[in-house]
């Protein structure tokens, strides 16, 4: 008899073949979402401007004098709190990104040296912004569920009928501007991260994406997953 196969936002899985995968999935997920708190740290470092929800993160930071690492915590907590009306359903993923991000952030803050001089500073800036792709690309392809960001964009997106890119623009319009006006960076790194995220991200997920099993049955589709909605 032929094994059936489940098929979730353009991912096809096995079951035999899924549970085969499940190490590697898990060590994609979670150095994934590390490398992904560095990539931000490598940015905050820079001091040439953040990605959308950090530049809140970083504002809050500042308001409250808690780490921008404890405070991305404490907003994805509370963002996945509006999971429930929405009925967003979490996964290990999501949970995981609440806390692995925030910490791997401060740690990567706590042992980078200050970066004084320009060329340094871009030097950081670059690297943030292609780390961040490639951690995208590895936690994504592991398919545990979205980020708590992601997932309330898309449940604001299916309770109010709008597109997603509509309900993006808004949510990030809104968190920079919250963010710099409490102390958050804006820069060209913000312009730059917002061009470049895409297209690195895409690249990516293609590189981390799990190839066919042996035998020929699909483990995870060649390419982006469809509907993967890019962190922010």
């Known amino acids: 008899m032929r094994q059936a196969t489940t098929t979730t936002g353009g991912t096809f899985m096995s079951t ?4 085969r995968r499940l190490p ?4 994609q997920l979670y150095v994934g979402l590390a490398l992904y708190g ?3 740290a490598l940015l905050v470092e820079s001091g040439l401007g953040l990605e959308p929800w950090n530049v809140l993160h970083q504002g809050l930071a500042e308001l409250t004098g808690l780490t921008i690492g404890v405070v991305s915590i404490i907003v994805g ?3 996945l709190l509006l999971w429930i009306p929405l009925r967003q359903r979490p996964g290990l993923g999501t949970v995981s990104n609440v806390f692995v991000v925030g910490i791997a952030m401060d740690g990567t803050l706590a042992v980078l040296p200050d970066a004084h001089t320009l060329p340094v500073r871009i030097a950081l800036l670059v690297a943030g912004i292609v780390l961040n792709g490639v951690a995208t690309g590895l936690y994504i ?7 708590p960001r992601d997932g309330l964009m898309t449940g604001l997106h299916k309770r109010t009928g709008h597109s997603i890119r509509l309900v993006r623009t808004v949510l990030e319009v809104t968190v920079v ?3 710099f006006a409490l102390g958050g960076t804006v820069g060209i790194g913000t312009v730059l991260y917002a061009v470049a995220i895409g297209p690195l991200a895409q690249l990516f997920l293609r590189v981390f994406a799990v190839r066919r099993a042996p035998g020929g049955s699909t483990v995870v589709a060649a390419g982006q997953p469809e509907r993967a909605i890019l962190p922010g």
């Open 16 to 19: 035999r073949s899924q549970s």
């Open 24 to 27: 590697r999935r898990l060590v």
């Open 38 to 40: 560095a990539s931000s």
């Open 77 to 79: 907590a509370a963002v």
């Open 141 to 147: 392809s592991a398919g545990f569920g979205p980020g």
């Open 177 to 179: 501007a919250t963010g």
